[in-house]
């Protein structure tokens, strides 16, 4: 595992046993199947590209027990978004192209915000290029941990910070 997906898992701890999962623009797939691995309930795998969806459906095939945790769906990121209303997420995983348009990004975040499907539980992973500016993007939700790894940035936000 690289020290990126590491992390973020470390960070989620055990809270990640029996969550459910949202992973955007999911490309390998290999967020959501870590989160498999370490006890989430269900999956939901995004990506509009179809050699992404060919890699996650092959890379889940390989874990055939994990079959009714996971649901794959061919969609750009904001109409899913958009139109999905089931359920409030516990975690969004959000790892778009490093140059991903800005105001694709600020569209997801302020969906995301005013939406059901997080709530003041729910946090969003957001890995980026580290020189991005994204304090306009992520619009009112509030950063509560960061990470560098390299060239990539982590970021970890609610809508609202818990003190405990």
């Not at 750009?76 to 995983?93: G, L, P, S």
């Amino acid at each position: 595992m690289d020290r990126v997906k590491e992390s973020i898992f470390n960070v989620l701890g055990k809270e990640i046993i029996g969550s459910k999962v949202l992973d955007l623009f999911s490309g390998s797939g290999s967020l959501g199947l870590e989160a498999i691995s370490r006890g989430c309930s269900m999956v939901y795998f995004v990506d509009d590209c179809a050699e992404s969806i060919s890699l996650i459906k092959n890379n889940a095939s390989l874990i055939p027990e994990i079959k009714e945790k996971y649901t794959i769906i061919k969609s750009d990121a904001i109409k899913f978004i958009k139109k999905f209303d089931d359920f409030a997420w516990d975690y969004v995983f959000l790892d778009p192209p490093f140059k991903i348009d800005s105001k694709i990004m600020t569209e997801i975040f302020n969906i995301l915000f005013n939406s059901k499907i997080i709530d003041e539980n729910s946090v969003i992973i957001y890995e980026f290029f580290f020189k991005r500016d994204i304090k306009s993007e992520i619009g009112d939700f509030e950063i509560f941990k960061t990470s560098r790894f390299g060239e990539k940035k982590v970021i970890y936000l609610k809508k609202e910070l818990i003190v405990d």
